[in-house]
Nanobody, 125 residues
Framework: QVQLVESGGGLVQPGGSLRLSCTAS????????MAWFRQAPGKQRDLVAT???????VYADSVKGRFTISRDNGKRMVYLQMNSLKPEDTAVYSC???????????????????WGRGTQVTVSS
């Protein structure tokens, strides 16, 4: 099994900054793409940003120029630096990872997508 745990959420004033972190642990051979999603109350979950194992990034238009996704492959972590936060950024932020794991019996590798439970980010004065 693999676990993803987010941290770094909280309450921040408009224009402020927060840095989210997500740590992966468990039966991990390697991690492919990692991503951050967010879900505001009453709305669908939306992609915020993704990053490949090689560091290629993609951002939602709504966060371009304000948010930065990065990762530390050695630590199995992904980060989301959020600057110039707006009230509309308020949501539960969840990390997502495509993880290759080894079967303990067959030694075969298989990939599966895992999700963290999320961390609340509230932007309000």
């Amino acid at each position: 099994q693999v676990q993803l745990v987010e941290s770094g959420g909280g309450l921040v004033q408009p224009g402020g900054s927060l840095r989210l972190s997500c740590t992966a642990s468990g039966n991990i051979f390697s991690i492919a793409d990692m991503a951050w999603f967010r879900q505001a109350p009453g709305k669908q979950r939306d992609l915020v940003a993704t990053i490949t194992s090689g560091g290629i990034t993609v951002y939602a238009d709504s966060v371009k120029g304000r948010f930065t996704i990065s990762r530390d492959n050695g630590k199995r972590m992904v980060y989301l630096q959020m600057n110039s936060l707006k009230p509309e950024d308020t949501a539960v932020y969840s990390c997502n990872a495509d993880v290759w794991s080894e079967n303990g019996y067959t030694r075969a590798l298989a990939v599966r997508t895992y999700w963290g439970r999320g961390t609340q980010v509230t932007v309000s004065s």
